[in-house]
């Protein structure tokens, strides 16, 4: 093997409750994610130690030891050469650092032999659902993850062009202690997880707003563009819309074309 190429998709908080603190004040997460059709690409080759970043949304994402692909190759032991195209906006809550650390660790595992230690969770809360890649549920701080079946769900991303710290976000919030998910039903169809979402909450979603407000306008944009549901990812400031079929997902994401808005019509699976 000797250059190998991988896909880090979009990382989409379908819900998140935030159901309590740990000591050292990292939040204790109830959530079920998804991810999107559309993501970064990476390739990488064992080689001198190197990170080109280009893309569409490469501006501001660090070249660096900082970028998080970086710290996957320090954490693997390796030396690699890599590329990162940037398609995913950063700081927006669909997890684009943590699923790109997450591609690395994959690719670097198939290139060494070696396994990743710990899900990657010291890259990052995020890293171990991104090395999934598929439906589950995010429980601890992100540390347990358990896959989950889902019918695919036809949606638009938008991202208003406001980046979002995510600690920032969890600081903002009126309480720590809040309900978990309600029980989801197996073999659940898509009307009833629609109807089964509309129950549940991004607990962020209002001290993201506080801090954002644009991510209101954004979610009022969704729901007038005919959107089932629509909610923000994570800690914002992306959010999303669920849409019966790929075609009222397509027309709802040339009506939401704005200045400076990130809009991509998608499938979560
Ligand atoms: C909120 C979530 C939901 O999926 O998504 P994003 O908004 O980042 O996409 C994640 O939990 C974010 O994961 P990630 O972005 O990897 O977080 P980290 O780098 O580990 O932590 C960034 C900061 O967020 C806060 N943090 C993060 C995770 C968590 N369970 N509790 C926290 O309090 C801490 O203040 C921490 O310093
Ligand atoms: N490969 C990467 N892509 C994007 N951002 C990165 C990357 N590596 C490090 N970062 C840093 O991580 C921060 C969080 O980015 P990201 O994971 O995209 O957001 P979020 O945690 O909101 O989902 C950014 O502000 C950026 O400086």
Not at 2 to 18: C, Q, R, S, W, Y
Request: hydrophobic share 45%; net charge negative; proline share 7%.
């Amino acid at each position: 093997m000797d250059k190998l190429e991988g896909f880090a998709p979009a990382k989409i908080n379908l819900t998140l409750h935030v159901t309590g603190q740990r000591a050292d004040g990292y939040h204790l997460l109830d959530s079920l994610v998804v991810f999107a059709d559309v993501g970064d690409h990476l390739t990488c080759r064992l080689g001198e130690m190197s990170l080109a970043v280009s893309g569409s949304m490469a501006q501001g994402v660090p070249v660096g030891p900082s970028n998080l692909v970086f710290r996957a190759a320090e954490l693997m032991g390796a030396q690699a050469t890599i590329t990162l195209e940037k398609h995913l906006p950063a700081a927006a809550g669909i997890g684009g650092g943590s699923s790109d650390a997450a591609a690395a660790l994959r690719l670097l595992a198939d290139l060494t032999g070696r396994a990743v230690p710990d899900q990657g969770v010291s890259l990052g809360a995020d890293v171990p659902v991104c090395m999934l890649a598929r439906a589950g549920f995010m429980r601890g701080i992100g540390e347990e993850v358990t896959p989950v079946d889902l019918p695919p769900l036809h949606a638009v991303l938008v991202n208003p062009g406001v980046p979002v710290p995510t600690g920032a976000v969890f600081g903002g919030l009126a309480s720590k202690d809040n309900a978990p998910m309600e029980a989801l039903p197996q073999g659940i169809s898509v009307d009833q997880l629609l109807a089964w979402l509309s129950r549940q909450r991004n607990d962020l979603e209002a001290p993201a707003i506080a801090a954002q407000p644009v991510i209101a306008d954004v979610l009022q944009a969704l729901r007038e563009s005919g959107a089932g549901l629509a909610r923000m990812s994570g800690s914002g400031a992306t959010c999303f819309g669920l849409y019966p079929d790929s075609k009222k997902a397509a027309d709802a994401a040339l009506a939401l074309a704005h200045p400076g808005w990130w809009v991509q019509a998608t499938v979560l699976s």
